[in-house]
């Protein structure tokens, strides 16, 4: 049967005929999923809560500067949408070898017409909420009404991953068939693998919430480190590089997970300290910053503060935030260096090895206990 044989017998089909065929009239009613793809926006109060997307830049501080309003019809959503973000050519050298950075631009389109039309497909419709893009400089931000079904993004990366079911069943047939989404949900695989290919950070999919599904899609590198490993290390797998990804973002991962990247020298430092490992640095920067990033062992930290109280007595906790967080290593964020601070001060206290020398805690100063105190 060929094209030119199918699109004659379409012709020939009224709409209603049409319809019925791909299930979006049945019993001679159109269905929610025909208003949703097809309908007119003048009729859109029929939907018990009017299903409306937005699209929203933001500045530098985070500010919105524009923003559009969608009404149904869906099916062409992703091409209205994606006309207002901005796709710049993004330069970046791959590796420490090359003289010439590749090219690529910010955004696969592939990847962000399966990123909506999954928001389209996935979404409860019944809580009311709008899907939207929310474009920042370096990365675009898609969010849609209800839960993320398979629970976690870990089983999808897996080959041979099929979804349990489908929230909007008649929906997702019908996009299907209009080669809206994948069939085999296969997509968000090749999501994570396009983006793997451009040496791209991984999407990010923040499911906390029952009520929304957030992706987070990269339109530049975050660390150039990890740039150079997947160029130096081709054969990995994605359930590696999604690991790899996630000790760049500074997320936890399990005992098991660092020492498989180990095994393949991706990444130093402890478990709840990791960083990517250096793919042999080959100028005094990249050195220097290697340097930077591995951390000291606890005690060389705990040894410093000791060695200041027993030259100076006490130190409020501002002298001892002072005293330390520049010697940290840069792999930690500020938030993490300052609860370093107080982590290595509590050891200590537990210890027996400091103490405070007043219960206000605004005004006490640390000291060493009267053994611990110099002769």
Known sequence: MNDAYISREVDEMSDEEFLERRKLIINGKVTNAAMLLLGDAAYDYLFESVPEASWRIFDSKEMVKDYEIYKIPFITLSDRILKNIRNLTYRYMPNQLTLFPMETKQYD?????????????????????????????????????????????EPILKPGYTSPFYRNQLLAEAMVMFKMIDTETTGIRRVFHIQW??????????????DRVEVSIYGKEINEQFTYLLYDNENLDLATVFLLDQVQKGNPISKEAAAHLRKYKLVEGRVNNLYLASPLAKTQEDKAQYIKNKAFDDKYYQDMIVNYLQEFGKANRAVMRDLLIDKFPDTLSPSQKERKVLTLLTALKRRGIITTDSENRKRSNWVLVQDNEKD
Request: glycine residues 6%.
């Open 197 to 210: 290919e451009k040496f791209f950070p991984l999407p990010d999919y923040d499911i906390s919430s029952k």
């Open 109 to 153: 389109t592939w990847v962000l017409r399966e990123l909506l039309n999954n928001c389209i497909a996935h979404s409860d419709y019944s809580l009311g909420g709008r899907i939207y893009v929310n474009e920042f400089e370096d990365k675009l931000v898609l969010t849609n009404p209800g839960s993320f079904i398979p629970g976690s993004i």
